[in-house]
């Protein structure tokens, strides 16, 4: 059911003026007692008790603040909100809102009255815990890191817009302009961050295809052939030199023959020949042999085909599935075993290491508290990197960041040690994704997934009898 609040308007200083309706504020279905108390705390601004607000985890009722004569009703904030917080243990509920100038005063079931007394530009009303008294005043701090106030109100302090910031710790009722090759999103601090700073990058192992020729034959004669056509003959020598050269390669190749007696000097042409042929091909087999396996290899040391490998690739998509034996491969134990760490590049953010925790959560139990293993702020003081050992791979993970901090930005970085078993070898994790949304900050409550994929490469020896080669 749709819960309507009419906002009247009567001229009071002419008797028989009547109630006009200036605007209609309409509410939540799901919100409880909607308008149980109502104050008006001047021409234009109302305040509007909510008795009970599911889905609240810092506090179920609430009182909101309008602008009437926007048009629309424009909510301009609520109370209590990310910075005006309620000193209780449990939860109270809003009997009653009373207003008179410069103080409201919010009535609660806990026997605790609220006096939030209205805070000049650059400051706002700040409740402290006081339990000595039921009756609890508010006192006025400075607006926080990239938030500004220029009104004189009870309300809080309300964020810096895009490319403007604060850098806190004096009155602020205005946002500085920030550079504009700067990364400078809502709620900035200051204006010396830029995303290069944080890339982003995938852990790729580059595989070749199959080569186009994979006859030995026909690789050994094209590269016979590039090698005997790659050489360049020297123009720089003279005629003289030229001629007495000729005469002694004739004596030469007369006297260097295998196949004819040697009549002619274009026999000996004959057995350098082959002796090169057989060197090549000798030279050639070693550095062929040489490049399986592919993950143990090197380039290939020739001038004609430096992507010349001796490989050929097949992929399959499935499960792990046990040898002949029974036994599953041990590459797959120890990616199930690897030990994953995960850091949180946190951009744009003035918290401190012990505003920030980490906990497991677990469907119908209990959360457990994780431990961080590194804290580290940078030299900047506004930007911090957190990490975390993972119990486990699949698991649901929470960081909470407490108190009235804003995210401008946030990397994720996974990464986990290699490691090498006689024949199998785990590869190093080493992946990191930054997350960001242009001229906004992160949300109250952000969530991700992690897909974890484990890619296996099976290579199997040239020699019978050793032990296939497993990388993952």
């Given at each position: 059911?749709?819960?309507?609040?009419?906002?009247?308007?009567?001229n009071i200083n002419d008797?028989?003026s009547?109630f006009?309706?200036?605007q209609?504020?309409t509410g939540s279905?799901s919100d409880?007692g909607?308008?149980?108390?109502?104050?008006?705390i001047n021409?234009?601004?109302v305040?509007?008790?909510?008795?009970?607000?599911?889905?609240r985890s810092w506090s179920r009722?609430?009182v909101?603040?309008?602008d009437?004569?926007s048009?629309i009703?424009i909510?301009?904030?609520i109370?209590?909100?990310?910075?005006?917080?309620l000193?209780?243990r449990r939860?109270p509920?809003?009997?009653?809102i009373?207003?008179?100038?410069g103080?409201?005063?919010?009535?609660?079931d806990?026997?605790?009255?609220?006096a939030?007394?209205?805070?000049?530009?650059?400051?706002?009303?700040n409740i402290?815990?006081d339990r000595?008294?039921s009756?609890t005043?508010s006192?006025?701090?400075y607006c926080?890191y990239?938030?500004?106030?220029n009104?004189?109100?009870?309300?809080?302090c309300f964020?810096c817009?895009?490319?403007a910031?604060?850098?806190?710790n004096?009155?602020?009722n205005h946002?500085?302009s920030c550079s504009?090759?700067v990364?400078?999103p809502m709620g900035?601090?200051?204006?010396?961050v830029t995303?290069?700073?944080?890339p982003?990058y995938?852990?790729?192992f580059?595989y070749r295809d199959?080569?186009?020729t994979s006859?030995?034959d026909n690789?050994?004669?094209?590269n016979h052939f590039?090698?005997?056509?790659?050489?360049?003959?020297?123009k720089?020598?003279?005629?003289d030199?030229?001629?007495h050269?000729h005469?002694m390669a004739?004596?030469?190749l007369?006297?260097?023959?295998?196949?004819?007696?040697?009549e002619?000097?274009v026999?000996?042409?004959?057995s350098?020949?082959?002796?090169?042929a057989?060197v090549f091909?000798?030279w050639f087999?070693?550095?062929?042999v040489?490049?399986?396996p592919?993950e143990?290899s090197s380039?290939?040391?020739?001038?004609?085909?430096?992507?010349?490998?001796n490989s050929?690739f097949?992929n399959?998509?499935?499960l792990?599935?046990p040898d002949s034996s029974?036994?599953?491969w041990?590459?797959?134990?120890?990616?199930?075993?690897?030990?994953?760490?995960?850091?949180?590049d946190?951009?744009?953010?003035?918290?401190?290491c012990?505003?920030?925790?980490?906990?497991?959560?677990?469907a119908?139990?209990?959360?457990?508290?994780i431990s961080?293993s590194n804290?580290?702020?940078?030299p900047?003081?506004?930007n911090?990197s957190?990490?975390?050992v993972?119990?486990?791979?699949?698991?649901?993970l929470?960081m909470n960041v407490?108190?009235p901090?804003?995210?401008?930005?946030?990397r994720?970085?996974?990464?986990g040690?290699g490691?090498?078993?006689?024949n199998?070898?785990?590869q190093?994790?080493?992946a990191c994704q930054?997350?960001?949304t242009?001229n906004q900050?992160?949300?109250?409550s952000?969530s991700?997934?992690v897909l974890?994929?484990k890619?296996?490469n099976?290579s199997?020896?040239?020699?019978?009898?050793e032990?296939?080669?497993?990388?993952?």
């Amino acid at each position: 059911m749709t819960k309507n609040i009419f906002v009247l308007n009567r001229n009071i200083n002419d008797a028989n003026s009547a109630f006009n309706t200036t605007q209609i504020i309409t509410g939540s279905p799901s919100d409880v007692g909607v308008g149980r108390s109502v104050a008006c705390i001047n021409d234009r601004t109302v305040a509007i008790n909510v008795f009970d607000v599911l889905n609240r985890s810092w506090s179920r009722p609430e009182v909101r603040i309008y602008d009437f004569y926007s048009g629309i009703g424009i909510r301009l904030f609520i109370f209590p909100n990310q910075q005006q917080t309620l000193p209780m243990r449990r939860s109270p509920l809003f009997l009653n809102i009373i207003y008179w100038p410069g103080q409201s005063s919010v009535l609660t079931d806990q026997s605790r009255m609220f006096a939030i007394r209205s805070a000049p530009p650059g400051f706002y009303s700040n409740i402290t815990e006081d339990r000595s008294f039921s009756i609890t005043i508010s006192d006025q701090s400075y607006c926080l890191y990239g938030t500004f106030k220029n009104d004189f109100s009870a309300g809080p302090c309300f964020i810096c817009p895009p490319q403007a910031k604060n850098s806190g710790n004096r009155p602020s009722n205005h946002c500085e302009s920030c550079s504009s090759d700067v990364f400078c999103p809502m709620g900035s601090i200051d204006d010396t961050v830029t995303l290069n700073l944080y890339p982003s990058y995938t852990q790729t192992f580059p595989y070749r295809d199959t080569p186009d020729t994979s006859n030995y034959d026909n690789l050994l004669c094209c590269n016979h052939f590039c090698r005997m056509v790659g050489y360049d003959i020297d123009k720089k020598i003279g005629s003289d030199q030229i001629k007495h050269r000729h005469r002694m390669a004739k004596g030469c190749l007369k006297r260097i023959y295998i196949i004819n007696e040697g009549e002619q000097w274009v026999d000996g042409l004959f057995s350098p020949s082959i002796i090169v042929a057989f060197v090549f091909a000798f030279w050639f087999a070693v550095q062929y042999v040489k490049l399986y396996p592919i993950e143990a290899s090197s380039e290939f040391s020739s001038k004609c085909d430096s992507d010349l490998h001796n490989s050929l690739f097949d992929n399959a998509f499935q499960l792990p599935l046990p040898d002949s034996s029974g036994k599953l491969w041990p590459i797959f134990n120890m990616l199930r075993q690897q030990p994953i760490t995960r850091t949180f590049d946190l951009v744009k953010i003035k918290a401190d290491c012990p505003n920030i925790s980490f906990k497991q959560n677990h469907a119908g139990a209990r959360y457990i508290h994780i431990s961080m293993s590194n804290c580290i702020i940078q030299p900047d003081n506004i930007n911090q990197s957190v990490s975390v050992v993972l119990p486990q791979h699949e698991m649901a993970l929470q960081m909470n960041v407490s108190g009235p901090y804003f995210i401008g930005a946030c990397r994720l970085y996974l990464r986990g040690p290699g490691h090498k078993n006689n024949n199998s070898r785990l590869q190093t994790l080493h992946a990191c994704q930054l997350f960001w949304t242009r001229n906004q900050t992160l949300s109250r409550s952000a969530s991700l997934s992690v897909l974890w994929i484990k890619a296996v490469n099976q290579s199997k020896l040239l020699t019978i009898g050793e032990l296939t080669q497993f990388d993952g």
